[in-house]
């Protein structure tokens, strides 16, 4: 399994950015797979839920605000972020869990600020 994240940046608050994670080495078309994000001296916490065949569920945090989505041509999926705020400052990390194995790509971070 390999998931490789990409597309953060500095942005200013009420910024967009667009995280990508590409997946390879499993079957990607029927995974459920996951959007965490770890801030500086908090725990790591659920951001987005993506099924294969149903809608994406959120973090209350970022609802309205975060859109994830899936590309199953592309093996890839994405978190669209928007009206972005400090307290969203966190490197954000893709999973997928095989039973009670985790498997995460390497991180991307995201800092908002002015």
């Known amino acids: 399994v390999q998931l490789q994240a990409s597309g953060g940046g500095l942005v200013q608050p009420g910024g967009s950015l667009r995280l990508s994670c590409a997946a390879s080495g499993f079957a990607f078309r029927t995974s459920d797979m996951f959007w965490y994000r770890e801030a500086p001296g908090k725990r790591r916490e659920l951001v987005a839920t993506?099924?294969?065949?149903?809608?994406?569920t959120y973090a209350d945090s970022v609802k309205g605000r975060f859109t994830a989505f899936r590309d199953n041509a592309l093996n890839t999926i994405y978190l669209q972020m928007n009206s972005l705020k400090p307290g969203d400052t966190a490197v954000y990390f893709c999973?997928?869990?095989?039973?009670?194995?985790?498997?995460w790509g390497q991180g991307t971070q995201v800092t908002v600020s002015s």
């Open positions: 999973n997928r869990k095989e039973g009670i194995i985790d498997f």
């Open positions: 993506i099924t294969p065949d149903q809608p994406a």
